[in-house]
Every structure is written in structure tokens, then in C-alpha cells.
């Protein structure tokens, strides 16, 4: 599938999923952290947990709305290949794969070997595999710069406060 690069835009995806990330694990886990207390102080398990519905609620607002809140400040479109707007399914499969073979399932410092390797699969084919799997397309509309600035900023704090509460977590374990 030969796409034009400039159309293709994986850093725009890149902050447009970490902008995603930020805003459904905090939704979800203000919901759920306190009622995942049966699992004792483990946190791993309870962000597990989080990340199994943060899947969901992914797959729910691509079927319902074409987009998630990133996509739609990113000003992205997923269509299948018709044009037509995905059934619940294909959105839940097409979500899973992005996770999985995308993000790794968000677990730290690997998810960005993942996103690398993703972003270099969509220049060089021109799709993500998760996109080739479920014959969908990711339609770009013109993006603001105001709208850059924020997706940028909110993903640099998140990743910033994910990564300092992981390391200080490790570090309370010695």
C-alpha cells in the first residue's frame, strides 16, 4: 500500500495514544482502584486490570464515535476499509492487536521498543499491522497547532508521572 508519508503521521499517533492512555487510566482507575482492593497491595495485578478495561473502553469509543478523545483532538478518523464505521467487534480486535503487538501491552520502557518498531512498519508499508489485520483505515484531517501542543504536553507529564511512580515503587522494594 504506497501512502504518502506526510499523510501517514505516526508521531501525531504516537502523542494522539499516549493522550488516550492518560485520560482512560485516570477515568478507570479513580473508578476502580479502591474496589480492586481484594488483590492486596500488589499493584501490578490492579494495573493489569486497569489496562484489560482501558482496552475495552478503547474498543467502545471507536465503535460508538469513530475515534477516540486523542483521535479526535488529533483530528483521526478510523474507518474499515468501506468507509464505514466498525462494528463492536472489529474495534475490540483491532484495539487488542494495537496493545498487543503496538504498545506490548503498555508495559514500561518495552512499549516504546513496540511503538518504535510500529511506527517503522507504517513508513515503510504504510499501515500498522493491526490496521492490515482488521482492514481498517486511519483517516487524518488538518490538525492546529494548538491542538499538537496539547497532545505533546499531556503525554510528556503522563509518561514523566508513569515512569518516576514506577521507578519510586521498585526503589520502596529494597
Not at 508521531?11 to 487510566?25: K, M
Not at 468507509?83 to 484495539?95: E, H, K, V, Y
Not at 508513569?162 to 521498585?170: A, E, G, H, M, T
Request: charged share 15%; net charge positive; aromatic share 18%.
Amino acid at each position: 500500500m504506497d501512502k504518502d508519508t506526510n499523510q501517514l503521521k505516526p508521531w501525531v499517533r504516537f502523542w494522539v495514544r499516549n493522550f488516550d492512555l492518560i485520560i482512560f487510566f485516570l477515568l478507570i482507575r479513580s473508578i476502580l482502584w479502591n474496589s480492586l482492593s481484594f488483590l492486596g497491595n500488589h499493584p501490578f495485578f490492579r494495573l493489569f486490570i486497569i489496562g484489560l478495561f482501558m482496552i475495552f473502553v478503547e474498543a467502545t469509543f471507536i465503535f460508538f464515535f469513530g475515534k477516540t478523545p486523542g483521535k479526535w483532538i488529533g483530528n483521526i478518523t478510523v474507518k474499515n476499509y468501506n468507509g464505514n464505521s466498525l462494528n463492536f467487534i472489529q474495534a475490540l480486535r483491532r484495539t487488542l492487536l494495537a496493545w498487543i503487538t503496538g504498545m506490548f501491552l503498555n508495559i514500561p520502557f518495552l512499549s516504546f521498543i513496540a511503538m518504535w518498531l510500529s511506527r517503522n512498519n507504517l513508513i515503510k508499508k504504510g499501515i500498522t499491522y493491526w490496521d492490515e489485520v482488521c482492514k481498517t483505515n486511519v483517516e487524518h484531517s488538518f490538525l492546529p497547532i494548538w491542538r499538537y501542543v496539547i497532545i505533546i504536553i499531556i503525554g510528556i507529564l503522563f509518561n514523566l508521572i508513569i515512569y518516576i511512580s514506577i521507578i519510586d515503587y521498585l526503589l520502596s522494594l529494597t
